[in-house]
T-cell receptor, first 113, second 113 residues
């Protein structure tokens, strides 16, 4: 299995500012992902974090708004840039093992005022 | 791309009864189907998964069945307990190059003591 930690666990931010979320996995995983979960909704994939190269973004998500880094196999960051109240959500880091098994972190609860 | 539909959206059962949640998927090439349990304020927790070469899998009170022909899979929880109350998500992983999970819309299970 994989244990995933995220920092911060929650934050309240002012519109127009940016927040960087950190994700650390306790083992070397094949893939890392970032998801968004709006209140009462399902999980939506933002992007796949690729080690040492640009992330692969899903339709509706762009690098300028959600820059992602993955400098090594076990660490990734997601930045939510120029935030607006519509960005208020839970942001989840996820990692996949070679067996396809995918685990999730505890999430970062973001409120934008 | 893959589309996963999940029913019902809410389910209320009496403690000790069984609960069944059903999902259908669209991509016949999908080969991995996990189920997640999400408690309030926490990230999704993997509870059971099944691969396309298996028809059924059990883990204590939880079982998952897969019908590849009909492209649907189900989660069965027997002898439900109040601590089973949570939101449950099904997911599917396609085998067409897109390597992330596609999630269902979620089922809120309430077990009445």
């Amino acid at each position: 299995s994989a244990v995933i930690s995220q920092k911060p666990s929650r934050d309240i931010c002012q519109r127009g500012t940016s927040l960087t979320i950190q994700c650390q996995v306790d083992s070397q995983v094949t893939m890392m992902f970032w998801y968004r979960q709006q209140p009462g909704q399902s999980l939506t994939l933002i992007a796949t974090a690729n080690q040492g190269s640009e992330a692969t973004y899903e339709s509706g998500f762009v690098i300028d708004k959600f820059p992602i880094s993955r400098p090594n196999l076990t660490f990734s960051t997601l930045t939510v840039s120029n935030m607006s109240p519509e960005d208020s959500s839970i942001y989840l880091c996820s990692s996949r093992l070679a067996t396809d098994t995918q685990y999730f972190g505890p999430g970062t609860r973001l409120t934008v005022l | 791309g893959e589309n996963v539909e999940q029913h019902p959206s809410t389910l209320s059962v009496q403690e000790g009864d069984s609960a069944v949640i059903k999902c259908t998927y669209s991509d016949s090439a999908s080969n991995y189907f996990p189920w997640y349990k999400q408690e309030l304020g926490k990230g999704p927790q993997l509870i059971i998964d099944i691969r396309s070469n298996v028809g059924e899998k059990k883990d204590q009170r939880i079982a998952v069945t897969l019908n590849k022909t009909a492209k649907h899979f189900s989660l069965h929880i027997t002898e439900t307990q109040p601590e089973d109350s949570a939101v449950y998500f099904c997911a599917a992983k396609g085998d067409t190059g897109r390597r992330a999970l596609t999630f269902g819309s979620g089922t809120r299970l309430q077990v009445q003591p």
